[in-house]
């Protein structure tokens, strides 16, 4: 039996995972193609990748694997012949809900700890590839560099590089700053949040318009929010990156810095120098103290146990705690409905068994989603809506198993 179920199960989590992996090997493969990253660090960020891609993608290709292989047993007329000989079902069963069993443990002790090191992982590596690619920007290219800042955005471009000194020349970097919204704009955004709140347990046509007039008016303060503009241009520069700091040094000679209103373009301001020097973090959020801020698929189970405690809205950290061990235990839930459907139906076909697959992945993890939303809510029904899914897969599936083992 586990002989039947070893190359499907390959199969599938062949093709998940790849399905998973396409968006960042295109990234990736673009990185080396135009960029110049190093090999090393790509091929090393992919494997990193792989864990966490991994613990979604194989209770999914255990899936597929029991309906194929189940489901060519009873196409055969295997699973008649076993009943015929007197054999329980049982017996031929039993193996599969122990692998699924033994994959669900695995994937629950990599999640504690392993997994999380290999995101963070993955994160350095990421910036480390970041870093060496902005270090080697080709000329006239348009780069953007991502400053981690809410509505601000940076453009850089350089026409040519000197082939004796290695320095860029004729330099272009265009800045532009959202305004931050104004005192009278938040206090209107308060309110209209208020009174939606109401009006969702009233029907006041009063309170209604009221809502319809805030609305319009913090939409029209949004269109009108103010953005800053400005120019950086220099005759020579060069970068610099410390990856030990995180930190990027733009290194800018004989330029000017141009600011404009973009309401007024009358409104124009010039400061000239000799030497500029510009920090940049790419992809760093940081807090106060300058100490790198882990997310929660960073995280140590431990370390989210401790984020819960000292965090005044646990509901991320709680959540993806949660996730930790439903997930996991979906390889179980997807064996118990998966061996009796397969009978049933007999999906010989690949393209039939990875049909059913779809429509059940898509059940569970529609569910999941609803369970994860509600915990970062804060909602106390987190901890049962997260592992419903599981629960109601297994339920349904035990006892379709007991009719099949019983017939």
């Known amino acids: 039996m586990l002989k039947e179920l070893l190359g499907p199960f390959a199969m599938g989590l062949g093709v998940f995972t790849f399905v998973f992996l396409v968006g960042q090997l295109y990234r990736l493969i673009d990185l080396l193609m135009t960029s110049g990253a190093s090999p090393l660090l790509v091929g090393e960020l992919i494997l990193s990748l792989l864990p966490g891609i991994l613990s979604l993608?194989?209770?999914?290709?255990?899936?597929?694997?029991?309906?194929?292989s189940v489901g060519r047993l009873a196409a055969d007329r295997e699973i008649i012949a076993i009943r015929m000989s007197g054999v329980n079902l049982?017996?031929?069963?039993?193996?599969?809900?122990?692998?699924?069993?033994?994959l669900s443990g695995a994937?629950?002790?990599?999640?504690?700890?392993?997994?999380?090191?290999?995101?963070?992982?993955?994160?350095?590596?990421?910036?480390?590839?970041?870093?060496?690619?902005?270090?080697?920007?080709?000329?006239?290219?348009?780069?953007?560099?991502?400053?981690?800042?809410?509505?601000?955005?940076?453009?850089?471009?350089?026409?040519?590089?000197?082939?004796?000194?290695?320095?860029?020349?004729?330099?272009?970097?265009?800045?532009?700053?959202?305004?931050?919204?104004?005192a009278q704009d938040l206090q209107r955004q308060n309110e209209l949040k208020q009174k939606?709140?109401?009006?969702?347990?009233t029907k006041d046509p009063a309170l209604k318009r009221e809502v319809v007039r805030l609305k319009r008016q913090v939409e029209e303060a949004n269109r009108k929010k103010r953005v800053r503009e400005s120019l950086i241009a220099a005759n020579r520069g060069q970068i610099k990156a410390d990856i030990a700091a995180r930190l990027i040094?733009?290194?800018?000679?004989?330029?000017?810095?141009?600011?404009?209103?973009?309401?007024?373009?009358?409104?124009?301001?010039?400061?000239?120098?000799?030497?500029?020097?510009?920090?940049?973090?790419?992809?760093?959020?940081?807090?106060?103290?300058?100490?790198?801020?882990?997310?929660?698929?960073?995280?140590?189970v431990p370390?989210?146990?401790?984020?819960?405690h000292e965090s005044i809205k646990p509901g991320r950290y709680w959540t993806e705690l949660l996730q930790r061990f439903s997930i996991p235990l979906a390889c179980?839930?997807?064996?118990?409905?998966?061996?009796?459907?397969?009978?049933?139906?007999?999906?010989?076909?690949?393209?039939?068994?990875?049909?059913?697959?779809?429509?059940l992945i898509f059940l569970y993890y529609g569910l999941l989603n609803y369970g994860i939303s509600l915990g970062?809510?804060?909602?106390?029904?987190?901890?049962?809506?997260?592992?419903?899914?599981?629960?109601?897969?297994?339920?349904?599936?035990?006892?379709?198993?007991y009719r099949t083992v019983m017939k």
């Open 249 to 300: 040094t733009l290194e800018l000679q004989n330029g000017s810095i141009h600011y404009v209103n973009v309401d007024d373009p009358t409104d124009y301001s010039i400061i000239r120098f000799s030497q500029l020097t510009k920090g940049i973090r790419p992809r760093m959020s940081r807090s106060d103290e300058g100490i790198y801020e882990k997310t929660p698929r960073e995280m140590s």
């Open 303 to 308: 370390e989210l146990r401790q984020k819960m």
């Open 196 to 201: 939606m709140a109401k009006l969702a347990q």
């Open 57 to 68: 993608t194989t209770p999914m290709a255990l899936l597929v694997a029991i309906l194929m």
């Open 90 to 102: 049982m017996v031929v069963f039993t193996p599969i809900l122990l692998v699924a069993m033994l």
């Open 376 to 401: 970062k809510t804060g909602s106390s029904a987190a901890v049962f809506a997260i592992f419903f899914p599981n629960i109601l897969l297994a339920l349904i599936g035990s006892l379709l198993m």
């Open 107 to 182: 994937m629950i002790a990599a999640n504690y700890s392993l997994v999380p090191f290999l995101n963070l992982r993955a994160t350095d590596l990421a910036t480390q590839i970041e870093f060496n690619v902005l270090s080697s920007i080709p000329p006239n290219r348009f780069f953007e560099l991502d400053t981690t800042k809410e509505g601000q955005s940076s453009v850089f471009f350089y026409e040519r590089r000197n082939p004796k000194t290695g320095e860029m020349e004729h330099i272009n970097i265009k800045t532009s700053i959202e305004e931050e919204p104004s």
């Open 332 to 359: 179980i839930a997807f064996a118990l409905i998966a061996v009796p459907l397969a009978v049933y139906v007999r999906p010989t076909a690949k393209a039939i068994a990875f049909g059913m697959s779809f429509l």
